[in-house]
């Protein structure tokens, strides 16, 4: 039904209105930049470089010794531009009171933070959320992140995380948005939404930061901060669309990583974030260094001390730098010898203004530090609400034979066996920094809540000692305390319910693993217990995927729980009872053993596909090819059929792909309908399949719904290793389905 005339003249004047006022308040802004810098020593502008970090609470006495009293020394001359891992309304207020009223010029600093999946209210893991593909659920879910972290003086969280990933063995799958960059574009968008909101200077909105620029989760063999080495065309179609799409959307900061990019360290890599970031691209936010990132230029063989980190790093568009102490050392002294330009400098300090400036925090330096609204929405009703929510859509159901699931309220006798599942600490995750401990409803509790009939054996402990943010985990593999008391319970009772999978701190930064099965004795512990008692349901808290072939050849019911944040036990509870009917599609492709690694679904066809008789093609002589389970699949407590394909091409800048899907069960249920294309034949080979539409929406028992998809130039095309984007015509494959390896099929030509 076309608009009346007048709606659209309305709607276009006000587009128009409003994108005066921004550019007005940006020319404003950049106004006052001009005279803020005109007033700026060169030693003022590099302190606006530097960041670093906080570690102290100042409501007590401020340290005198050390690079704290140094930091402090600092703050107070104007060297610091930016503190990260400075927490509360109070002590932020201190910290910005030192830097407004004892410095020259009194420019704000703006204080960071790993906000990466909620602050107090802890959300899932950005993997499970990713396994929602709920893109509203996860906008609400940074904004619930957003809205507590201002409440602590926080102007800027390091997050999304945007790195795509392909190998399971890598700790920080955990913490991105998966395999796939379509899937990785639309939720890395979402999450700069839910963070940034409409209005920057808002007291519950913060600047958002798209990492690690870039490739940083194609580290070889799975190791964190180990060498990247890739094709560009790997690069342009899969690892920088995210990013891309990021910075299309407005993200205020991108944060460099720690690898090396094809010889070259992201932080002193000049084609990255001068070339592609800043000119091919257009973005006007800043960059910051990762950790310490450009200090270890050195340890990389690229600069030879700390002065040259300077020089390489500012050089090649690294903005700020954190903790690396080289810019505030030594960039005044390289602009005065004329080695770096002081132009570098004023490019970097406009960009860095700009955010504060956006950010609201020249009107006021204290706009996030309340206390009052401190007190009232940390930990608020209304963020576990949304807690809860995001939980459930992002638990994957794997498997229900004989649909042992959903339980039922009356189901007597039920055992609830494994060391996770009382473990309060593990569901929140690796990246919980300011969560309290302890505090997530653990699935026994959320169990317990549903039923009376829960007798809870804990089994062998799953790690040994105490185990922190910062130290390695020791996995249990010989107290075999509790083993026979879980079995004797299983033996009794008429379905267990076992708990597995990895301790929190066994995935995260620095928590790469070289095998993906299930840690310590718990394998073991499965195979006993489904010994004596067949109903076994394995409900998976993890933050990668795993390789668990004879658990999913022998367990009945599976469910991919990951680690789920504060509200864990309830939503759990809440899908093996059936209250809430798993919706969720793996993000992320499940291997059969850690020596398919990496394994994806949008892999290149190869010379040699197979199968054939003989041993002369593309797989392995020991293992399968297929994965355990593959990217897009996730079941329900219903089933849905798809019908109806219709592909019409008559117009080759718009595509239209349409299919009827029905709930064919007798609950109600919610489906994420996929499609994916294949272009058969290019000058650059394409994978067999890659996603390039969903939805997710709910349907009634015996209710149909008509899903249409638009290919445009967008979807059709892709880079050449030149960087060059290109459609080119042929012949294209289409699917639409439940998951990337079921669905109608079609094609159609692209004239
Ligand atoms: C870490 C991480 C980065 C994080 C930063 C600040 O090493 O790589 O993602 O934001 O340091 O904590």
Redesign the pocket.
């Known amino acids: 039904m076309k608009k009346p005339l007048v709606k659209i003249l309305s709607i276009a004047i006000v587009c128009t209105l409003f994108n005066t006022q921004m550019n007005s308040q940006n020319k404003d802004i950049e106004k006052k930049i001009d005279s803020l810098m005109n007033l700026m020593t060169l030693e003022e502008k590099v302190g606006q470089m530097n960041q670093y970090n906080g570690f102290w609470n100042l409501t007590g006495p401020a340290p005198e010794e050390g690079n704290a009293k140094l930091k402090y020394d600092h703050l107070r001359s104007g060297l610091v531009g930016s503190m990260?891992?400075v927490r509360g309304a109070e002590n932020a207020r201190k910290i910005q009171e030192i830097v407004v009223n004892e410095t020259r010029l009194g420019i704000p600093l703006i204080f960071g933070y790993?906000v990466i999946h909620g602050q107090k209210t802890i959300t899932p893991i950005p993997l499970a959320e990713a396994a929602s593909w709920d893109l509203k659920a996860i906008e609400m879910s940074a904004r619930v992140a957003a809205t507590e972290a201002a409440a602590e003086g926080i102007h800027w969280t390091?997050a999304p995380?945007m790195d795509i990933s392909r190998d399971a063995r890598w700790g920080r799958v955990m913490e991105g948005g998966g395999e796939d960059p379509y899937l990785g574009a639309k939720i890395g968008v979402a999450r700069v939404k839910g963070f940034q909101g409409d209005d920057l200077s808002a007291p519950n909105t913060i600047a958002a930061?798209a990492?690690?620029f870039a490739a940083y989760g194609f580290a070889e063999s799975g190791k964190d901060y180990n060498t990247v080495d890739i094709g560009t065309s790997t690069l342009y179609n899969i690892v920088f669309p995210p990013f891309k799409a990021a910075v299309d959307h407005n993200v205020r900061t991108v944060?460099n990583s720690?690898n090396i990019l094809n010889g070259i360290p992201a932080t002193g890599n000049k084609f990255l974030q001068r070339d592609v970031l800043k000119e091919m691209w257009g973005f006007d936010g800043f960059i910051i260094s990762?950790?310490g990132s450009g200090k270890e230029m050195i340890d990389h063989g690229f600069a030879k001390d700390l002065k040259e980190v300077a020089r390489l790093a500012a050089n090649a568009g690294s903005d700020m730098d954190?903790e690396s102490y080289a810019y505030v050392a030594h960039l005044k002294d390289l602009v005065e010898s004329g080695t770096v330009s002081e132009k570098v400098i004023d490019q970097a300090v406009r960009r860095i203004l700009r955010v504060k400036f956006e950010l609201g925090l020249f009107d006021d330096p204290y706009r996030y530090c309340d206390t009052v609204r401190e007190q009232e929405l940390m930990n608020h009703p209304d963020h576990h609400a949304a807690a809860l929510d995001m939980a459930r859509k992002s638990i994957v159901l794997l498997k229900n034979e004989g649909n042992l699931l959903p339980l039922t309220k009356d189901q007597k006798k039920i055992a609830v066996i494994g060391a996770l599942a009382s473990d309060k600490n593990s569901p929140l995750g690796s990246w919980r920094l300011a969560s309290e401990d302890n505090s997530a409803v653990s699935v026994l509790e959320g169990l317990q809540r549903y039923s009376s009939e829960i007798t809870y054996a804990r089994g062998p402990e799953l790690v040994v000692g105490e185990t922190t943010f910062i130290n390695e985990v020791r996995i249990n593999e010989t107290d075999r305390s509790g083993f026979q008391e879980a079995v004797q319970l299983a033996k009794n009772s008429e379905v267990v319910i076992m708990v597995l999978g990895e301790h929190g701190f066994q995935s995260g930064?620095g928590r790469s693993r070289a095998e993906l099965d299930l840690p310590g004795l718990q394998q073991e512990l499965l195979e006993a217990v489904h010994g004596v008692n067949k109903n076994v349901i394995l409900v998976l808290n993890n933050g990668r995927p795993l390789a668990f072939p004879w658990a999913s050849e022998n367990i009945p019911a599976i469910l991919e729980a990951w680690q789920l944040g504060s509200q864990t036990g309830h939503a759990v509870a809440q899908v093996l009872f059936g209250e809430y009917n798993p919706s969720g599609k793996l993000p992320m492709t499940f291997p059969r053993s850690v020596g398919q690694v990496p394994i994806y679904y949008n892999h290149f066809n190869t010379g040699r596909p197979g199968p054939i008789e003989l041993v002369f093609w593309t797989h392995y002589i020991d293992e399968n090819n297929a994965p355990l389970y593959p990217f897009g699949y996730g079941l329900s407590y219903t089933e849905f059929s798809y019908s109806d394909l219709k592909i019409d091409a008559a117009n080759p800048k718009d595509v239209k792909v349409s299919v009827t899907v029905t709930n064919k069960g007798d609950r109600m249920g919610e489906e994420v309908a996929q499609l994916y294309i294949r272009d058969k034949v290019a000058s650059n080979v394409r994978p067999v399949k890659e996603l390039k539409g969903f939805e997710k929406f709910s349907l009634k028992p015996n209710e149909s719904k008509k899903i249409t998809f638009s290919l445009t130039e967008n979807e059709l095309g892709f880079y050449m290793p030149d960087g060059d984007f290109v459609v080119e015509p042929g012949e294209f494959d289409v699917m639409v389905g439940g998951s990337s390896v079921e669905g109608l099929s079609g094609s159609f030509v692209l004239k």
């Open positions: 990260l891992n790993d390091f995380m930061c990492k690690h944060m720690f990762d950790w954190m930064e």
